[in-house]
């Protein structure tokens, strides 16, 4: 009889623990703010499903898309959320544009988040709608000049990677006049407006252009690494910027996680392990080098290692966004 109860109490005791355990049964949302379908969105599906494995327990995972301003509704959202865990921010270098671009932020990038850790950094490719009359890199700079003020360049939203981009390579190649710029919630309405030849070209990420190259259904004139792309089947026959002599030229794009200040360090914790888990998991690996991305090894899975790393590119892209003299409000 003792025994019968002892085993009920320890029955009852797990019981409760199992209720309170993270995650329970409610679903951990990813909340990415751009468009579903482009390259944010990859990372965040991917990242997921890794996470749903490593995490074990029957924890699952659901993608919310709150897209527009660059990333920046999105941000605010979850920094307005309750801190425990169910609702996490999966966001790229626009963390670090935004507080640049937007000077009436209503989030504070480095207070009002923890830092779980980094992702992955991708490369960028400079693309155009299939029928631009121009197919190599050197072809594209003489038809922009050629036709200065009558092409657009779409991006996907201000403060967005694409954006950025753009901005740094109008700069470059001085034809900050030479385009109109065209927002997006995402690049993915953007590839589409672009695959059917509404607008003239973009800055995207490899993640979403892979893809398209590969199909033909855009054209892709160069990346914006410092080095070619020599262990990508596709991206290693497209010059770098630098080689098409853009001096200094070099923009790769990167991806974290976050979530709400306040969320508790044990939750924290076992985010970060789930997450160090699934970004060796063999799967991920493959799906994300395929398309040009790199995984970050553990040591920039930390919260420190991230938090630090934001605020350095926070302090590298203000000037960048003052040069260019463009603000979003
Ligand atoms: N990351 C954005 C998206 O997923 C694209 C961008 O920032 O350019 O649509």
Redesign the pocket.
Known sequence: MKRLLVLALAATALFAQAQTSFPGTKPITFVVP??AG????RVARDLAEAMRKSMGNGANFVVENVNGAG?TIGAAKVSKAAPDGHTLLLH?I?MAAAPGLYRKLSYKPLEDFEYLGMINEVPMTIIGKPQLAANTYRDLENYIKANSGKLNIA??GLG????LCGLMWQSSINAKEAMTTIPFG???PAMNALVGGQVDMMC??TT?TVGQIEAGRVKAYAVTTAKPLSSNKLLKDYPTLQEMGLKGFDLTIWHGLYAPKGTPPAVLAQINTAMKAALKDPEFIKKQEGLGAVVVTDKRVEPAAHKTFVTNEINKLKPVIDAAGKYAD
Request: hydrophobic share 25%; glycine share 20%; net charge negative.
């Open positions: 751009f468009a482009g390259p944010t969105d990333g790229h626009g991006h996907a967005s990677a694409s954006h995402g690049t993915a995207d990420q979403n």
